[in-house]
């Protein structure tokens, strides 16, 4: 079965695989391993359509490592805001000036997880993608494809490693990883599999059982905690104050509005101009934007009609809009 499955998945690949700017064709030349790994950290945790222009003009700004590597944090992670967890960011820079600082990229999975930000699947994708390398990365759509074509309820991931390994032939380990990632993304989906479309399907167990959606076993998620939290809108001239988070912790290094600590407890404050509700990965903030006076900390004077160049991350985006949106609602009732 093994044998068959793969020739089923790579021709698969080689007749559908998608265009995309960090990919090269099957069996052509390897691809840049910079965009491999520039496009591997942009990918956790977001969607492809999401990344697409924001990879693109990432890479018409530092077209190589050694560009990216001498650009300030500031830039870099303004030109990140919005694509979320922004931890990323901050390991992006300095991964990039260690692999300057060496004069070229590791091509081992193994010297590739010593790097900062690279764990176990952005080591291996990167490796086998644009080395060659006989590893396989095994994300969330692969640990689903590989599950359901054995029928295991609860994979454990050393053993999706090893099957993986079975199924893809020696010297196309960049092809095999893509092919399954697109199969997991488009066809194997965690909901409603288009199993009539899979190039797996007369081998897979999942599908024989009559309910591929039965594996792997999906557990229960744990309700996330809420939190709140105050951003001061102080406007004056045209222009609003802007800070600069601390460079660790939760959106560490953006840009921000001023405001207090994210406390268990709701603030209650007579100047509130509106609320917003952002879902980070392990709680919940509800945050009040409120109508400040004098600056608070150490920041400086945005232009208003200039604040999409602020790379604001989409939390204080998103309460930018709700203070602009009560000044013009203010202006109009006057």
């Known amino acids: 079965m093994t044998a068959n499955a793969g020739t089923a998945l790579l021709q698969h690949y080689v007749d559908n695989s998608r265009e995309l700017p960090w ?91 010593q790097l900062p930000g690279i764990g176990d699947y952005t080591a291996a994708a990167v490796a086998a993608i644009a080395f060659g390398e006989h590893v396989f990365p095994v994300d969330t759509n692969i640990r689903r494809v590989i599950a359901r074509l054995h029928a295991i309820r609860q994979p454990q991931r050393a053993e999706i490693e090893a099957l993986t390994l079975e199924l893809a032939a020696d010297g196309r380990a960049g092809d095999f990883a893509q092919a399954l990632m697109d199969v997991g993304q488009g066809i194997c989906r965690p909901k409603r599999p288009r199993c009539g479309e899979c190039p797996l399907r007369v081998h897979c167990a999942g599908f024989a059982s009559g309910e591929p959606e039965a594996f792997p076993e999906v557990l229960p998620k744990r309700e996330r905690a809420l939190k709140h939290g105050i951003a001061y809108w102080i406007e004056r001239d045209g222009q609003v104050w802007l800070v600069r988070r601390p460079s660790k912790g939760l959106l560490g290094g953006m840009s921000a509005l001023p405001g207090s600590d994210w406390a268990e407890a709701p603030h209650l404050h007579p100047q509130r101009l509106g609320s917003i509700r952002h879902v980070f990965t392990h709680f919940a903030l509800d945050l009040d934007i409120v109508r400040g006076g004098e600056p608070i900390g150490e920041g400086w004077w945005h232009p208003l009609d200039a604040l999409a160049e602020a790379g604001l991350p989409t939390l204080y985006r998103r309460a930018a809009e709700v203070a602009l949106a009560a000044s013009a609602d203010a202006r109009a009732a006057a």
């Not at 979320?84 to 999975?109: D, H, M, Q, V, W």
């Open 23 to 113: 990919r090269a064709r099957s069996g052509g030349p390897p691809p840049d391993p910079y965009r491999v790994w520039l496009s591997e950290i942009m990918l956790q945790q977001t969607t492809v359509a999401a990344v697409l222009p924001r990879f693109e003009r990432f890479v018409a700004r530092w077209p190589t490592i050694e560009a990216l590597a001498s650009a300030s944090d500031e830039d870099v992670l303004s030109e990140w805001a919005g694509l979320g967890y922004y931890a990323r960011a901050r390991n992006l820079i300095a991964c990039a000036r260690e692999i300057a600082g060496r004069g070229c990229f590791p091509t081992s999975a193994g010297e590739l997880r």
